[in-house]
């Protein structure tokens, strides 16, 4: 953060940074605020920090180019950060600088995977007073129904919801405008203490960090190619595929790659037990249309219960379309009008085609489809467009 500031700051203030800076370099471990223990030092880093504040107007943006934004990582200045023992509870977080943390090679969470992420977006207000995040509640519960899966503590929805608006708040520069895109928020809930036989970690760490996105996938809102995938499942009956942990992702990977240098935009998985029930794709929720009748696999415990997911059941049938949650087949896949695709990273997707056993089967996309006014409605109530008469954004300022 010091070094990408210099080129704003007089040569005198520089000069005085770059002492500060290389000071600091060999500590950059844990976040720098971390290694500030000494009065002396926290003293240069607040007359620091107060430098960048008194010259950087409220309203200023970080040096980026907002128009070619991407679902890629642009680091920013803060994460928050909250630890905790084994049969402990979460308390005292606090934020710093963004940067590497520092791991035991035995963490529990880089030898067993015992780690769970979240996923949400702060979009930044058409009128320029503050920002809203959409349903943050619903992410902190579901990080606690995740927790008790993998046998971590976990923060409560208010320390988990405080955490972000923390995290928002420090890195408001990189909220990209109104229309360009959201800041992505990634909470992490890790086993981060020392372990060697399977079991438990004995401290866990609970980390917000934010990166500003634009479109998921390459296609922007064009409408994607997905094909259906028989040989690998995400997920089987009493595994995991319901919650957010780390370890149903990798396994993903090897299809995911496969499929896109077919040219396809993403994997679609069918159930592991019969093969022919649709699940989802590798990061998304999935929804068919028949005439005025919309359907989304139920969630069994194989598939992640998505909080777009559910709020775009909730619109759709405000909007008059009778809605089902059941067993969806690839027949009846095949025999839909319309397909699409939800997630807090994708928004609302529509399905150009889907390939299945070599065919490839088409769907409507023109601008009449249904998933462009169920995107409408949803982004206008998480932009802040209209007002949010279910109460789901929580505004940050
Ligand atoms: C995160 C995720 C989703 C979407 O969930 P949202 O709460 O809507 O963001 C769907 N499927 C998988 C596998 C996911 O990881």
């Not at 590497?100 to 009128?127: D, T, W």
């Not at 609970?206 to 064009?222: C, D, I, M, S, T």
């Amino acid at each position: 953060m010091f070094k990408r500031s210099f080129s704003q700051h007089s040569s005198t203030t520089s000069i005085f940074m770059k002492l500060i800076s290389d000071f600091m370099k060999p500590h950059r471990g844990l976040g720098s605020c971390s290694f500030f223990t000494s009065r002396a030092a926290s003293y240069l880093q607040n007359a620091c920090e107060a430098t960048f504040d008194s010259e950087r107007s409220e309203d200023e943006y970080a040096d980026v180019e907002w128009d070619k934004l991407s679902f890629g990582l642009v680091e920013t200045d803060y994460m928050y950060i909250m630890k905790c023992s084994q049969d402990d509870e979460f308390s005292h977080g606090h934020l710093n600088k963004y940067g590497n943390i520092e791991l035991s090679p035995s963490a529990g969470v880089l030898n067993y995977a015992q780690g769970l992420f979240e996923g949400m977006k702060a979009y930044r207000k058409v009128n320029g007073n503050g920002f809203l995040i959409f349903r943050p509640e619903e992410n902190a519960r579901r990080m606690q129904m995740g927790s008790d899966r993998m046998c971590m503590p976990s923060p409560s929805v208010e320390q988990f919801v405080h955490a972000v608006k923390q995290t928002v708040l420090a890195n408001k520069r990189w909220v990209p405008p109104a229309g360009k895109g959201a800041l992505y928020v990634r909470p992490l809930l890790m086993g981060s203490g020392p372990v060697l036989g399977l079991a438990p970690a004995s401290e866990y760490m609970f980390l917000v960090y934010a990166a500003p996105v634009g479109n998921y996938f390459k296609e922007g809102l064009a409408p994607i190619n997905l094909v259906i995938q028989e040989e690998n499942h995400r997920s089987t009956p009493g595994g995991t595929g319901a919650v957010k942990t780390i370890a149903n992702y990798s396994p993903v990977l090897k299809a995911q790659m496969q499929a896109k240098k077919k040219g396809f935009t993403d994997v679609l998985f069918v159930d592991s037990v019969e093969n022919k029930y649709l699940e989802e794709a590798s990061c998304c929720n999935i929804f068919i249309r028949k005439n005025n009748v919309i359907s989304t696999p139920i969630t069994g415990g194989t598939i992640l219960q998505g909080i777009t997911r559910g709020s775009i059941i909730e619109i759709a049938r405000e909007l008059g379309y009778q809605v089902e949650e059941r067993l969806v087949s690839v027949e009846d896949l095949i025999d839909a009008d319309e397909v699409f695709c939800t997630g807090t990273a994708v928004v609302v997707a529509p399905v150009n085609s889907i390939t299945y056993k070599g065919q490839r089967y088409k769907y409507n996309c023109g601008e009449d489809v249904v998933s462009r006014k169920l995107y409408r409605s949803l982004t206008d109530i998480q932009m802040g467009l209209v007002e949010d008469k279910k109460g789901w954004t929580v505004q940050i300022d």
